[in-house]
């Protein structure tokens, strides 16, 4: 039974960081591809950051990031690969969501495709004010 759970939100002034953790169990594969989504108020779920595994690329790069979280979030994976993480620097109100992290065994041809992830945590508050 794969689970995915995600740590470290919460609330934080503008221009802070924080560090997101999604732990998952369950599942050993070695090509494990972590997604981290965000839904803001009022607007739909979009990939901010996605990380493939040991071999795959996304487009000839092992990492993804939406343009607005460019220079400023960084994804990596644990060496498990069950465990992603989501630095995030210099917050914005803009960045107040759940951040759900996502994952399944290969990472899809397009990265932001949420339909594709198998897995998904339940989520964790981030609030810049």
């Known amino acids: 039974h794969v689970q995915l759970v995600e740590s470290g939100g919460g609330s934080v002034q503008a221009g802070g960081s924080l560090r997101l953790s999604c732990a998952g169990s369950?599942?050993?594969?070695?090509?494990?591809?972590m997604a981290w989504f965000r839904q803001s108020p009022g607007k739909a779920r979009e990939a901010i950051a996605v990380?493939?595994?040991?071999?795959?690329?996304?487009?000839?790069?092992?990492?993804y990031y939406a343009d607005s979280v460019k220079g400023r979030f960084t994804i990596s994976q644990g060496s498990a690969w069950t465990t992603a993480f989501l630095e995030m620097n210099d917050l914005s109100t803009d960045d107040t969501g759940m951040y759900y992290c996502?994952?399944?065994?290969?990472?899809?041809?397009?990265?932001?495709?949420?339909?594709?992830?198998?897995?998904w945590g339940r989520g964790t508050q981030v609030t810049v004010s």
């Open positions: 990380i493939s595994g040991d071999t795959q690329k996304i487009s000839g790069d092992s990492t």
């Open positions: 369950g599942y050993t594969y070695s090509n494990a591809c």
């Open positions: 996502a994952a399944d065994i290969l990472c899809p041809t397009d990265p932001t495709e949420s339909s594709w992830y198998s897995f």
